[in-house]
């Protein structure tokens, strides 16, 4: 291989693993964005599963259950 190649060579490797790096960091990042979406969903849903049975321990007249708030 000649110096030009080499260099040629090595230079694509670079621009090669540039993009592969690009990529995996959006593939990281829109998954790490999903998964906090799905926390926050899951925190709410919590938050009204709560809240209804705090309701419904009410309507049959016993007391409120404590929460970790």
Avoid: C, H, W, Y
């Amino acid at each position: 291989m000649t110096e030009s190649n080499s260099n040629k060579a090595a230079q694509d490797l670079t621009e090669f693993m540039e993009k592969k790096m690009q990529n995996l960091q959006t593939t990281f990042q829109a998954t790490s964005d999903q998964l906090v979406s799905r926390m926050d969903e899951m925190g709410t849903r919590i938050d009204n599963l709560e809240k209804n049975v705090a309701d419904l321990m009410t309507q049959a007249g016993m007391e409120k259950p404590q929460t970790s708030k």
